[in-house]
Structures are given as C-alpha cells and as structure tokens.
C-alpha cells in the first residue's frame, strides 16, 4: 500500500510527459504526428459498420424515418396565398345580397393554418439537437433504437470505456493546459514593449493556445477557399452554433473578440487576453447603448492594424440546421464583411448548445465524451454594402450567402424567439390581410 | 386482425392507433413533436402552444388552443375544459384532421364530415351552451378582423350583424320582426355548410408516410 503513491506519482508523470511530446508540441507548431488522423478513420469506419448492421435490420422503416426526420416537410401545406384559398373556401356558397363581405367559413381556412404549425414549425425545430438518420453509438443520441446484435452492443460498451476513461481524462488535461496556457502567455507577451515583434508573438501564442483547445476536443477542422480569408480591418460574421466556433475559427488565424465582460474564469481570460492585442469588451451597462457600441466597433475597424472583429449576428446559438435573422448592427459600420460558413458534422458529436437545457460546464463535458468534433469551414469572398442598400437588406444578403454555403436553411426569423414572445407587429400582420379583403371589399360593393 | 406492422418497444401505440386511426409512424412522429413541445414532460399545458411563433401570427389563435383543451373534442362526451392534457387527449384532437381514406363508405364519409364540422362548431360555441350565439359570433369577426386600422368596433359589430342575419334568413326561412334568432345551432350549422367539401379541405396530410391504417 505505501508503494502506491509513488507508483501512482510516476504513472501520472509519465503521462504529462506523454501528453506534452506526443500532442501539445506538435499541436503548439501546427503539424501532425499522424495519431488523430489514425483515430478518425479507424472511427468513421466503425460507425460505419455500425450504420449497415442498424439498417439491416430496419432496412424500410429507417429508409422512411431518414426521409420524414429531413425537417422540410412533415406535413403538406397548400402552397396557394390567403385570397386564393378564401376565394375556394366561399364558392360554394353564394354572395350574401347585404353586408360585407364575411362567412364563418373563413375561419377554417386560419383553423387549418394553426393546426398546420401546431404539428410542424420552422422555428421551434431550430432550438433543440439535430436529429440524426441512424445511430452514432452514442448514449444521449439513443432514442428509439432496440437491441440489434451483440457485437453491436459490445463496440458500444467499448465506445462508453474509451470515451470517459481514455479520451475524456486526456480532454480535459489538455483543455487546462491550453487555458493556462494562455494567460500565461498572453500576459507575458502583454509584458513586452511595443515592438513589431510583439503583435507577431501575440498571434502566435493565441493560434497554439487555440490549437491545443481543438485538440482537447479532437476536432477535426477543413478549412475551405483560405483565399478569403479576414483581412485585418473587417469584420467576420458566422453563423452561430455554440461556443465552441470560436475556438474552431481561431485554429486558423487571429481575430479581435466582442464580447461582454464576464466575472470568474472568462473574466480572468478576458482580461489576459486584452494585455497582448487590443479586443471589444464591453460593460453590461454599455451593451444597451447602441451608438457606443457603433462608435468602439468603427473605431476598431477604422484602425488598419488591429485584428478583423470576430462577431455572430444571430445573437444566440442554434442548432446548425438553418441561419436565423442576422442584427443588422454590425453591418450599419460599413466596413468589409467577411463571411464564414461553419458546418457541424452531427454524426461525431453534437455541437449545439441548448443553454436552457445545459449549463456551460455539463456541456463542455458533454463535448469531452463524444466521439470528436468534426466540422467544414467556408470562408466567403468579401461583402461590401452598396449603394441604395439598406443595412437589413445587406445582412440578409449576407446569410443568405453564408445559408447556401453551408447547405442550411435560411430562415427570416429572429433566433430571439428561444426566449422572448413574437412582436406584436408580426401578430397584426394576417389580421390587416384578412381585413383588407373583407372590408375593401365591402367598401367597393356597397353604394 | 390482419398485416400488424410492429414497432418493437411501443406497445401503446397500438392502442392509440385503434382509437384514433393513425399509422405507427404518424403516431410516433406526432409523439416526438408532443414532447418537443411540452419540453420533454408528459402534459401540454396552454403557454406551450403560445411558444411556436406561427400560431402567435394567427388570428383566431385563442380559440384553436382553446380547441385542444375542450373535453367535448376528446371523443367521451364530456364537457367543460381542461388545464393540461396529455399525449393521448394530443393525439384524438389531431385526429379530427386526419383526412378520409380512399376506401370509406358513403356513411363512413359522412360521420367523419360530421366530426368535423362539430369540432369547428365547437371551436366558436365557447360557452358550451349548443349555440353559436350573436356574441361568440362577434367575437370571431372582431379576432379575424384588424382593430388597428382606422376600423372601429362598430364596423366589425355590422359585419357580424349583417352575416348573422344572413345566416338567420337561410336557417330559419322567413322570420317575423318580432321574432328573436337565438343563434345558430349545430342543425343549422350543417344546413349552412351543406355543399361544403369540409372533408377534403380540413385535412392535414402527412407526406411521405406509410399511411395504412390497421383493417378492422
């Protein structure tokens, strides 16, 4: 028994060591030793073995589920516009010879709408985790699927050992060392005076604290079209899936942070980071303050060496299956835009971050135990706004684009709606529709 | 009892699929949405529905969500409302919208007309006193119609008088001046809505869905 601290003291030492030559040194120079690349493929092909045993077995009921889980279109709606549909709804009655324009008929026509978005909505799709086409052998994605073959299940008990004995353990020691890292080394480099040399080591300190990170989640970025890539003196907008994009984009160049100022462990990152290279962080107080916020954002943008901003218009983080309504204030500076497109690859692990089901913690955790993290980066020619365009225009212009690189759905709502109620303009709007129709046409009847 | 399509695991379902008339693979799907909605909890509660931002465009929002919690549509002849309801009170109001199958018979296509039409009837009769009075049937033209506009009260208040009393004509015939049209019963309202082809136009369809339904 007395042997076992030592004992236990060495393993742990040879460990460190292991971790730091085998992972943090080639992740802090940016090459590969060639381990994650072994472990990604010897993954995908399992989970693809896993995939054919799976559907073997239901062979037509995945087949119909793949097809029905798709999102777009669980239900059939008549494509015709309000008129139209009225205009059907009323021809089998005949004209009332007095009165305007009205029938209780016309209800049903809004009773089948409502009924429609009871069953099946755009928006409230958007705020919980993608459904996945066939098992990926994780615990949290199992929710229909039944016992198929013992092998099946063994690889899944494997799955569990490796991923919360071996994989997470090392995870989160990487993780810690990156975040100390980090204020460790950007204090240091804040130390230093104004040289040249300072914002290079800046950024390089950043990129390996960053790079070290993404290997604490095995993630596995491709980074497409690098041609367009931020310049310094623009803006990059993304769309937003949870934290964690910031770290993916990060891997592979520097970028000034907005953000508001937090308490705790943010705080402290917060504050090292602003010793070595300038970032946007704001009070709570400023937050509501818009011309303040306009004014430190063009003045950030305005100075040609400080880094692009890294901002994310949507406001909030949804699921990675479609870009909601972008907020037009960072693209009322009329500065360059440069937008980024970020797909998540679901079948590895899911990435979004329901902030009212999880906590920070529990999902960084969560993200510790799947199998890796695997995303696609599109970096898109720059915008500009042009002439007779309006910020709302532009911002819609720019998801669009972002939208159809990235295969998402482009959606004009606000991903506000997690929270808050729709506005009451939006409410009036089929009332005014409706009213138009009944009342105008009473007004040109009645003489 | 024929070509039963089992789904390992949700033996429930078959119960479910008898009352109500849905496939499996409705149920399950209607099932995975219920949950959606109720955030992973086994009741639906009222400020659920007022999450999903299409219905909070609708106009006559209050009284579709109202429907789901009226026991008159939960098929046991009951009355009143309720506050929560769970996935099978869900399901059996879902499935006033199912549409008529292909082989129905003509007696089989009129009850579900029927069914129908007495759902929507009692969507607008909120006092549950059989009739759709002229005050409930004010209420409708005044939610369908914008208050914003530069349209008073009064003008909704004519519209509505003027329809009813078309309705009164058709329903009732001939009527003295002294005579007082208490409101529209639910005999008279399928006389209005005779030439409807309600069972073709309330419908929700499913696309893509195996749609057979277990033979009886």
């Known amino acids: 028994m007395e042997d076992f601290w030592p004992l236990a003291l060495w393993a742990l030492e040879i460990w460190l060591y292991l971790i730091v030559g085998l992972i943090m040194v080639p992740a802090m120079f940016g090459f590969s030793l060639g381990v994650s690349e072994t472990y990604m493929t010897v993954l995908v092909k399992t989970l693809e073995w896993a995939t054919l045993k799976i559907q073997k077995v239901y062979a037509e009921e995945r087949a119909l589920q793949a097809s029905a889980s798709n999102g777009s279109g669980l239900i059939k709606r008549e494509d015709g516009s309000m008129e139209k549909e009225l205009e059907e709804l009323r021809r089998s009655r005949p004209k009332p010879p007095v009165g305007g324009d009205f029938t209780l008929s016309d209800s049903f026509y809004f009773t089948r709408r409502g009924i429609e978005s009871i069953v099946e909505d755009e928006v409230t799709q958007r705020f919980s985790s993608e459904e996945l086409v066939s098992w990926n052998l994780l615990t949290r994605t199992n929710v229909d699927f039944q016992y198929i073959s013992l092998r099946l299940t063994l690889l899944y008990g494997v799955g569990i050992l490796v991923r919360y004995c071996i994989l997470a353990p090392l995870r989160i020691t990487l993780v810690c060392i990156g975040l100390t890292w980090l204020v460790i080394g950007t204090s240091a480099v804040g130390l230093l005076p104004n040289w040249r040399m300072k914002s290079w080591l800046s950024e390089w300190v950043h990129v390996m604290c960053y790079r070290i990170c993404a290997r604490g989640l095995s993630a596995a970025i491709l980074y497409h079209n690098r041609e367009n890539k931020p310049q310094k003196g623009g803006i990059c907008v993304a769309n937003h899936t949870s934290p964690i994009d910031i770290v993916i984009l990060c891997n592979d160049g520097c970028y000034a942070m907005v953000g508001q100022v937090h308490g705790g462990l943010m705080g402290v990152l917060q504050r090292a980071m602003v010793r070595s290279c300038p970032h946007v962080w704001f009070e709570r107080s400023e937050m509501k303050d818009r011309h303040l916020v306009s004014k430190r954002l063009t003045d950030h943008v305005n100075d040609k060496t400080k880094l692009p901003i890294l901002i994310f218009p949507e406001g909030t983080c949804i699921n990675n299956t479609s870009v909601m309504m972008f907020k037009k204030g960072s693209f009322e500076i009329g500065a360059t835009i440069y937008p980024v497109a970020i797909k998540y690859d679901p079948k590895f692990g899911d990435a979004f971050w329901n902030s009212s089901k999880y906590s920070m913690v529990s999902y960084l955790l969560r993200m510790m135990t799947s199998w890796a993290l695997v995303c696609n980066v599109w970096y898109l020619p720059a915008m500009h706004q042009q002439a007779g365009e309006d910020a709302v225009q532009f911002a819609n212009r720019v998801k669009s684009a972002i939208a159809h690189q990235g295969g998402l759905v482009d959606l004009q709502w606000d991903g506000g709606l997690k929270r808050a109620k729709v506005k009451e303009s939006f409410k009036e709007q089929q009332q005014k529709q409706y009213s138009s129709m009944v009342v105008g046409d009473e007004s040109s009847s009645s003489d | ?216």
């Not at chain 2, 479910?16 to 799907?29: C, D, M, P, V, Y």
């Not at chain 2, 409708?140 to 530069?150: F, K, Q």
């Not at chain 2, 004519?158 to 009732?172: C, H, R």
């Open chain 2, 1 to 216: 009892m024929g070509a039963l399509q089992s789904v390992p695991g949700h033996p429930e379902y078959v119960d479910l699929a008898e009352k109500t008339g849905f496939s499996f693979e409705q149920i399950g799907i209607l099932h995975k949405r219920f949950k959606q909605l109720s955030h992973n909890e086994d009741t639906l509660l009222r400020e659920h529905f007022s999450k999903i931002p299409n219905l909070e465009c609708n106009p006559i929002r209050s009284q579709i969500i109202g429907a789901f919690f009226d026991r008159r549509n939960f098929r046991q002849d009951g009355e009143g409302t309720v506050e929560e309801i769970g996935f099978e009170e869900f399901l059996v109001i879902m499935s006033h919208f199912r549409p008529p199958t292909l082989h129905m018979t003509e007696e089989q296509r009129e009850s579900v007309r029927r069914d129908k039409l007495r759902f929507l009837f009692n969507m607008h009769d909120t006092d549950n006193d059989g009739t759709i009075t002229l005050e409930e049937y004010r209420h409708v033209v005044e939610e369908l119609l914008s208050l914003s506009e530069a349209m008073e009260k009064d003008t909704a208040k004519s519209i509505a008088d003027a329809a009813m009393l078309e309705v009164a004509s058709i329903s009732m015939g001939h009527m003295e001046p002294d005579e007082f049209y208490e409101g529209i019963t639910f005999e008279h309202f399928l006389k209005l809505l005779n030439g409807f082809e309600i069972e073709s136009r309330m419908n929700v369809r499913f696309l893509n869905m195996d749609t057979t339904t277990l033979c009886k």
